[in-house]
Structure formats: C-alpha cells, structure tokens
C-alpha cells in the first residue's frame, strides 16, 4: 500500500451502504463439516501424490490447520537432501483460501493481497481506464488499483516489475484484509 | 431497531452478541483476524469480513479496518463487547462522527470514568463514598506522603490509567513511600504512556462488589442487583456469584441506589458497572465504572432473567427501558467460572487444539462458548474459553450444580482451569460464603506448603 | 436422605435423575441392557450393573434382574424415569413389599389413575368436570348406543387399559357405532389383553392441557402451573410449552385447584400430572392422571426454579414439600422440543452413529441428553435423543431463543426432527399460540398437497 | 439356568445389603470411546488401497480432522507395497469385557455366563463343598454354582460335557447379566 490520499469525489453516498448485502461469500459453509474424507480431500490427494511424481520425492507429508509440510527427496545414489518446514499454528491464510485459480498457475507467481478493508477499484474515476488490465507489463511502485476505506482512497501498488496474469477481484466490491487482488508473473517478459 | 450490527469482537463474547442479535432478527457481520478465519463467531454470523493478521493491534484493535468493515458491509452499529476496542473513548468517538452507533457509552462517559482519580474527586464531592485516598493526582512525593499520612497505613498506590491489577502498589509504611511513589510512577509511564498515579487506603482482604446499572438513551437507570467477584487471583476474576454472601437486603438497597447515583452523576448511558470494595464492617466505598459489558454479566442475567446485551442493543438503538427498578425481581443464585486454557498450577496459558469439547448439559447449567470439539486455541488472544454458569433456588443447590457440571464438562487436548475450580468449589470456607480478594492466594499457596 | 439409588432407565431420563442425584450428594447405580454397556447414563453413574440383553422385557422391564441389581448394590430406593416400569403397579407392590423405595406414587396411586374408566367415575362423582362420556367400560352394544346418543356425537371409543393414542376410534354417526365398539373392543383385548372400553364426547380440535402437581407423604399438594402439549403427532407429544397461550391467570387458578383436587381425591403421592381437555370455549374436562415423572416436565422447571426430580426424591425420603402453594411463581416462558432420531418427514425411527453432536449454548438454554459425538443410537428403544428446552422472559423471547437454538443444534450422522422443529416455530399461526391438537396434522398435510 | 427354588436358609439379612460398597468394577471408563468403523470407513480404507496400488507407493497415511496426509513412493522395484491398516476399537461385549483370560485361552472353550443378576456362590451353604472345582470333569445339565437373586437360588448348569478350566466369579460376590462364571474346555478328555 502506497500513501492514503483524500478521495477525489465521493464514490457512494451512505445510504448506499445498507444495502449491500453479504460482501463477502460465505467460505466457511464448505468446511464446516470435518468429518469424511471430502471430495476437495480426494482431490488434494490425487495432487499430491501428482507431485510427489513430478518432483521425484521419496516421500511428502502434509498437514492443514498448523499447515505442516514434510518432503523427502528421492533415495538415489548420491542423494539425501531432505527439507522439513514446519510453520507453527497458524490457520489457512485468506490468501490461499480465496485464490481461485489452481496450484499450477501461483506456482512462481506473486499475489497482490489488499493490505486493508475497504472497496476495490481498477480505475481513479468511474469513466476513467483501469489501472492495469490483465496481460499489462507493470514496474515494481506501479499503482495497481485503490482500495477505499473511511472515504480515503489507497493506492496499491505493484511489488515486482512483471506481468498482470489474473485480475482477482470485481471492481467497486468490497475487499477484506488479505483477499488476493492480482496475479503478476515476475518473470522478465522479452 | 438496527437491520445489521458488527460485532467488534471475538470468541464466546461475540457468539454472545451474535446469538443476541439473532433472537432479535438483526442480520450480524462478523470480524475476524487471519488466524480466526475458522473460529465459531465467523460461521455463526450472517457475514464476515478478515481486517488484519494475528496481532490485534492490527486487527481486532485496528480502528480504521473496524471501520471500514461496518462501512462495506452496510452495518448500523458496532457492539465492541468487552477488552480491544470497548474501552476506547477515541473510537466510540469516531463512531458517533461518522454516524454509526456505538453500542456502549458515550465517548465522553468512557472518558470521565476512565481517569479513576478524576471519577473519584467528582463523585466525592457527591457524597458518593470513595475510598479514602489522595484527592487526585498525586504531583509530588510531599503531596504523596501527606496524601498518606492523612489517609492511615497500608495504602494501595495505583495509576489513574491503570486497570485490571496493573500499576499497583502496596505500601505497608511510611518509610517506604517514596521508593515505592517513585516506581509507580516510572512503571504507569511505561505501562500505560501516562505517569499520574494517585492514593488509596488499603484494606486487607475485603470483598469485590460490583454493581450491574443500565441507564437509557433519555438518563432512566436501574441497578440489576450485585455480583461477589472476590475470587481473584493477581485481580484476575475467576469465580463470581450472586447475590453476595455479604450483602443483605438493606445492603443491597443502599449499595444499588449509590450505584444509580455514581451513573446519573457523569450522565452514563447504557450497560455499565459500577465497583466497590466491602470491608468487614459492611462500609462499602466506590472504585470506580466499567464502562462496558463484563464477562461475568451471564450471573446477572440468570437471576433477572434480563438478557444484557440485548438490552444494550435497544438502548442503543433509542428505546427506553422496558421496566422500572421496582420490576426487577432477582431469584434464586447463580455462579460463573471461567474457564481459561491455562495450566492450573501456574496459569501459563495453554493454547492448542482441543481434541474433545463436551459441554455439561441439564437444568441450572448454561455455558458461554466459542469452543467445539477440534477447535484451535490461538496463542494470541485472551486465555478464556468457556464460562460455565449456574443458577439454583438456593446458594447450596447452585454450588452443588457447579460441581455436578465442571464433573461433567470435558475439555481435552489442552489445560485448562477446570481442577482449580473443582478445588475451590470443594473449599469449606468458600462454601460457607466466607471469601474475600485473598482467598485464592491462600488456597494456592497450601500447594507450595 | 437416601444414600443411594438405583436408575430403573436409559437415556436423558437416567441421566437427568443421575444429575439430581449428584447434586443431592446421593450415590447412584446406572442399570444398563448390554447393547447399553457404553451409554452416557451408563458412565455418568457411580456404580453400574448389566440386566440383560437388548430387548427391554429382558433388561429395562425385567422387574427380578431390576430388584437383584438394587439388592446386589445395596441401593435403598429406585427411579424409575418414565416408561418401562414407571407405571407398573406391581413393580412398584413388590418395590414397597421388600423394602426398597420407588420414587413415585404407590402402587395403589398407579392401579386407581390407571384404570382410566374407574378414575373418571370416580371424580364425576366428586364434581370434578369429566369429559361427557359413558359412566364406566361398557358392556353391550346397547350400552355403548345409550351413552352415544345421550353425549351426542362425534364421540371416541378408549380402551380402559389404553394410553397414548393407541386403541382410539372416533365415531361420527350413529350407524358406525356398533361396528367400531366391535372392532375397538377387539383391538383392546389383543394390544392390552383387556377388552374394556368407554365412551366420550369427542372434541375437534382442542388444548391438551396438563397441570404439573407435587404431593408429599403427608398429603400436601401443590400445582405447579400448566403445560400446553397441543402439538402432537398421533397423540406423541412433539413440542411443549408453559404456560399455555390459551390459559389466563383466572383459568390457571381454576385448573389448578381442580388438578389439586383431583390427586387429593385419590390419596396421589409424589410427582403427577392431571391431564385435561380444554375447548374453544375454555371449558376444560379431566382426562387422566399420569402416575409419572413426564418428559415435557423441564418446561415446568424453567418457570418455577423447582427441581422437580429432586422433588420428587425428597418427596419420597418423607421430607414434607418445603414449599406451599403461594410460594410458587412461574416466571417468563418456555418451550421444549423433542428431539427425535426419526426421519422429519415420515417419522420412521433412524438410529445410527451420531458422527458429531453440538449442543446449542447461552442464555436461556437448556439441553437434556445423553448423547455426544460419536454416540450410537440403538434401534431397540425410544427413539428421543435430546430435549431442546428454552426460557424467555415472553413467549416471542422463548420463541426467537428456541429458533436460535435449533439454528445451533449440530447432529450428524442420523436424521432428526429438528427441521419439523424449524417448521413449527416459523409458523405464523403457531406463533401466535393458535394451536390444537390438531395443528401438526394440518401443517403436515401441507406436504402432501 | 434351571429351576429355581426356595433358598434353604437366609444367606444374608436385609441390614447387610446397604454396606456393599461397589459390588462391580468399574468397566466403561476404558472404553469411553466408541469411534466404531463405519460402513464409509471401510469404503474410504479400499479406495485408499486402490490409490496406494495404482500409484506404486509403499506407504501412505491419511488422517481425518486437521486432514494430515503421508505418502511414501515404492523404494525399489520388486518390492511389495506395506499397507497399515488400523482398526479402531469397537463395541467391548461385557463378557468379553470382565474375561481376565488372554484371547488364547479362551479359543474353543465355553464360557457359561450369568443369565441374571444376583449373588454368585460356589456351594448349596457355607459349610458345604463347592459344586465343582477347576480341573473337575462335568457332565452336560451338571449343577456349576448358585445365583441367588431375590432371595431364589437359581442353579446354573454346565451346557456342555468337558472339564471346569476356570472359575471366573468369587463365590458371595455379585455378578450382573452376562458376566463369565465358568470356562469349560468340551474338548472330551481321555
């Protein structure tokens, strides 16, 4: 987030606010239930075991609330390196909750997280261009997007000069702390 | 009445509003820091909204992204429940500016019985009886050891900012007064960024007695009768009761209508407690005003039958009070424990996954929860994971009710205070009503013996 | 006092008597069946003895393994909870024949109120307000015309022996009356081997109301308010409530002194319940004495303080009731639920493992069970798994806690009716306490359609 | 069981009944926990078996609430794949329960149990012999010991021919529904 500035207009009077209803979609309905093996838990399964092929591991442990990960590289002659993390408490990161996209396409990539509560906006006005589109080359500074929160508009600004792969979140909705915003591929585009 | 509150708060106390707002028909938002994203109060609300990490600085003390959420999420109102941001004049300020409805006291209310000394020097010059202490602020070590003098030994040296045991300090003899004035002061400036400290005499092992007041939005207030919190261990309530042992009808009266006049005095609104220290002697003096809802508010609640927080929400909301004093009936007894996930020998907290959570159930027995069975214990927030609450006809039938559900109550996977609240309710002076602040420390020093 | 007793039962009704025990200070001994060896009642209690096998006339109703266990334990009184052998006379003769206290009325008390033809001429004749019916069982055909068609139709045919909907025929003209007094007759005689059958005035659509008596060994008798347990599902109560929309404080004192009459009538010991009728003209009419301790009885406890299972072990210890008719007050209101292990819809029995159970908590909330994640419900008994009780300070405040509660009430595993629950609370006529005997058909019906 | 009958004389008097201080021990609290498999269980362990098959994996552990996950590749070629299954513990009956014989010793032997509740004794009267002693020789309908309940004395007899290879109750002491009194190898002896 870069410095908070004074709006330029209004974007909505409070009378508005009332009436939006239910900002945020409910995440935690899916999970409420603990019990069974889910099919989200048949699937995370499948892509384990999926990585553990592709990335020649011996063996991968893996936990959830605590998030505990445990790899062990493949016995071969010569080798032994094993890595073990282990990140303490800590539950699912909103982050990772809300991105919609698969694992493959984060992989190397960074995410924008709003780094407050407030309302997303691509654009500076509503018959202004949006900030970025997606496909756009960004600097690292590069404003993103503002989020607005009590009448004060934030700029968010790009942490790595990349490339804008997904925009994550709908413009003039509301954003919570963490919610992902964009996706930028940092790799240096020729 | 409000369409839609947000409730600025987390475990059993927001599940308390929460429940509150839904037997009201009001729609709830839910805030939540990262690492509560799973926690009961966030899928027992209608909506929810994460505004910061861990720390509650950044979050559930975090003013701006408080805000922000009640503004995106349309709420009216904010129940702040009680620690992070009740007591917080600014914010119930900036509440009140930007139109949406603080539900507690006025900012002003939070901030005239906030500076203890000054609540004091106000509602002595009443006739309101304070402990005898320093008139206020105590500028100088002259003015302390006159204050002193004036007052009788032992006195208790504590900060106008201070709370909850904090900035406190004991002085048994003159000799010592200067040291100990000069520490307290060094200490309240670290502790609290405000060095005034002020004087009290110090009683040995009286009782605490509070006082549970609402006051609506047009100045009517009602006493709800007292609440005995003298289990207490470093001014930490563990157990509290009521009515008190110590406290009889007439008693009850005198102390309630002071109760009511310490609230019209400073022009309170809404739920509030008022404080007192008893002495052996029956002389009761004023402590000062909790301006919020306490944790130990469901005893109260069981004997009037008055549910608190949605009284709180229709005061704030315009309505005035629904009955008069002379409607207040209390019946029977009724006693909370909090249950803390704590080591019960050294009160290290201990947080953790609780593998089994089974509440005791059946008649008398109600329990203020956040917690279920494969629940996480954050190690960031406050120790209090349960309150265990019970009402009988009788003290000895509520007591005996105690007994039966902290029996009962399963809670496996981490430690908490339970074994110490078996010990205590098994404490024959306790059971004979005969407690006051120093109970605990001495039942707990027979351990070391 | 008793020093211990023997829990003749299963279920919530163990564990609610074992609980009462607990807080009495009284040593408890669990009976179990051994599908039973791993029930809650089973662990709840100090000691445990094994009966017999699932099918409950060899375990629960086995009276000589019952007694051999009260024997064997040293067990100086038994309860009996309600069912199996709650109403059993000769269990309780053989009780009192060798010396061990059945907490309840006498075996002569259940003889008298049990037969139900006699009971009723019994009070006709004392100026207790019967149902209009025929003066005793009937032995003809001609008899059975001569009693219709001077109470005039429609009338019900009621096996003497009968209870609980079973071996009822209405009749609506007289040209169906022989055949279905044939027909009932016959009914009787192979559901309870006795073929006796009365005659009444059958109402459309009343109250079921029921007053909730305590009578001492010395003969004292208070009421204790009334029940409204209109809706029910072929005479299986579903939901119940205190006190009943229907009845003003004026018909509260009239129902309760002829309730107090009624079981001074026939010398009632310990804790009943009179049964009436009442129609839309607010006549009310005795239906029968229920020689019990009954299900729906936590209403009662929530608005009058009184611990009715304790009671009723005092009662039977030969300690006078400590209370007298003008000391009871009923406070604010409550509801109870049943909680069924039944599919909602066709109310077919589904036991199974409950994979997780969460009580709701809070305020005004009370559950009785014996139940927690992971227990199994066996398809050998009833199939009740939890009673959802809730208190308010009016009915809308018992209402909306009730609605809340249910929202909370996680069972996992097994169908329950808790969305049958959901219906009737949100139910605009229910609401506004416009309920007989009739609603849960009507609302059921709507299902159909 | 057979016939009952009138007990020759009183064993104990009314007043001795209230002082017997816990005549069971306390059996339950082992076995507080009834996590039983279920029918989903069993499902969830074969596809769990088909996944570590159809994958070459040596190992693989998969817990259910905090969703824990362990996987282990097939070290080599040749090697057969270890599969742990672990069966929670279900339903203790109370005969299986009270045996203090070890699981061997009971294999093709029969237990008699109490078919009521009551007082178990080894002989018609305390001055008398016990009905049988271990290593006795005993005939089918052979008297074993007396149950009194109720006052009654119930004889129990030997379902089977074979020899007495346990007494599992103490004579005067109370046994409930079901609980072993007598092991009896069938086996005809020589």
Partial sequence: MSKARVPPRPRKDPGQLAAVPNPFPDLSSSSQELTGMSVDQHREIQELIELLKRNNLAELEFERDGFRIYLKREAGPGQAAAARESVPAGLERPAERLADSGPGETIGKVTITSPIVGTFYRSPSPDADPYVEEGDIVKKGQVLCVVEAMKLMNEIESEVDGRVVKILAESTKPVEFGQPLFLIDPAPTP | ?449
Same sequence: chains 1, 4.
């Fill in chain 2, 1 to 449: 009445m409000f369409k839609k509150i947000l409730i600025a708060n987390r475990g059993e106390i927001a599940l308390r509003v929460i429940r509150a707002c839904k037997e009201l028909g009001i729609r709830t938002v839910a805030i939540h820091s990262d690492v509560d994203t799973n926690a009961m109060h966030v899928r027992a609300a209608d909506e929810h909204v994460c505004i910061g990490p861990a720390e509650d600085v950044l979050s559930y003390r975090n003013i701006p992204n408080v805000l922000s959420a009640a503004e995106v999420t349309g709420a009216e109102a904010i129940h702040p429940g009680y620690g992070f941001l009740a007591e917080n004049a600014h914010f119930a300020e900036v509440c009140e500016s930007i139109g949406i409805k603080f539900i507690g006291p006025t900012s002003e209310n939070i901030a005239v019985v906030g500076d203890k000394a000054k609540a004091r020097e106000i509602l002595g010059g009443r006739g309101i009886p304070v402990l005898p202490g320093s008139p206020g602020e105590l500028r100088s070590e002259s003015e302390a050891l006159e204050a002193a003098r004036k007052i009788g030994f032992p006195v208790i040296i504590k900060a106008s900012a201070g709370g909850g045991g904090r900035g406190m300090r004991v002085v048994n003899k003159e000799e010592e007064l200067v040291r100990a004035f000069q520490a307290a002061q060094a200490e309240a400036k670290t502790t609290f960024g405000n060095e005034g400290v002020y004087l009290e005499r110090y009683f040995l092992e009286p009782r605490h007695i509070e006082v549970q007041v609402l006051a609506d939005e047009r100045g009517r207030v009602v006493s709800l009768g007292e609440r005995d919190c003298s289990i207490q261990r470093r001014y930490q309530k563990l157990v509290e009761e009521t009515p008190s042992p110590a406290v009889d009808d007439r008693l009850r009266r005198e102390i309630g209508r002071v109760a009511t006049e310490v609230v019209k005095a400073v022009h309170y609104r809404n739920a509030g407690t008022v404080e007192f220290l008893l002495d052996k002697d029956q002389n009761f003096y004023f402590m000062e005003v909790n301006a919020r809802i306490q944790v130990e508010h469901p005893v109260t609640e069981m004997v009037t039958g008055i549910d608190l927080i949605k009284e709180q929400i229709r005061i704030a909301a315009g309505f005035p009070l629904a009955f008069r004093q002379q409607d207040v009936r209390l019946t029977g007894h009724s006693f909370e424990c909090r249950i803390n996930a704590e080591c019960p020998e050294k009160f290290t907290p201990c947080p953790g996954l609780v593998t089994r959570f089974r509440p005791p159930g059946g008649f008398g027995v109600r329990v203020d929860s956040a917690m279920e069975s494969q629940s996480t214990v954050v190690p960031y927030y406050d120790s209090l994971i349960a309150k265990l609450i019970t009402h009988g006809q009788t003290r000895e039938e509520a007591m005996a009710r105690m007994r039966r559900a902290l029996d009962e109550f399963v809670i496996d996977g981490i430690k908490t205070t339970i074994p110490l609240h078996v010990r205590i309710f098994n404490d024959a002076e306790f059971q004979k009503g005969r407690i006051s602040t120093g109970f605990l420390d001495r039942l707990l020093a027979h351990d070391s013996v």
